[in-house]
């Protein structure tokens, strides 16, 4: 089983930045495909971004495309995700995920270990 756990989140203006970190142990990190989630309330849980287990394959849904980056440091087990002109339908809780599978990235339900969220909350 993986641990996963997020940090980073917070409150952060419209038009804002923030960097979510998400740490992974108790299996080889380099080889985990891992991907963020988020869920407001009353929503669904959804899909935000992913990266493959060498960070050369990157997704993204379409509502972040172009305002977030995900990124990973495999020397020091972590992925990041990089939130940039943060608008207020970015407001959710934010889920990181890690995945053994190298195949489909982007489904939910093929990932195997959660963390507990953080939250990110925006303000105008």
């Known amino acids: 089983q993986v641990l996963v756990v997020e940090s980073g989140g917070g409150l952060v203006q419209v038009g804002g930045s923030l960097r979510l970190s998400c740490a992974a142990s108790?299996?080889?990190?380099?080889?985990?495909?891992m991907g963020w989630f988020r869920q407001a309330p009353g929503k669904e849980r959804e899909f935000v971004a992913s990266?493959?287990?060498?960070?050369?394959?990157?997704y993204y849904d379409t509502s972040v495309k172009g305002r977030f980056t995900i990124s990973r440091n495999n020397a020091k087990n972590t992925v990041f995700l990089q939130m940039n002109n943060v608008k207020p339908e970015d407001m959710a809780v934010y889920y990181c995920a890690a995945k053994v599978s190298p195949d489909d990235i982007t489904y939910r339900g093929g990932y195997d270990s959660w963390g507990q969220g953080t939250q990110v909350t925006v303000s105008s």
């Open positions: 108790g299996r080889t990190f380099s080889s985990l495909a």
């Open positions: 990266i493959s287990w060498s960070g050369v394959r990157t």
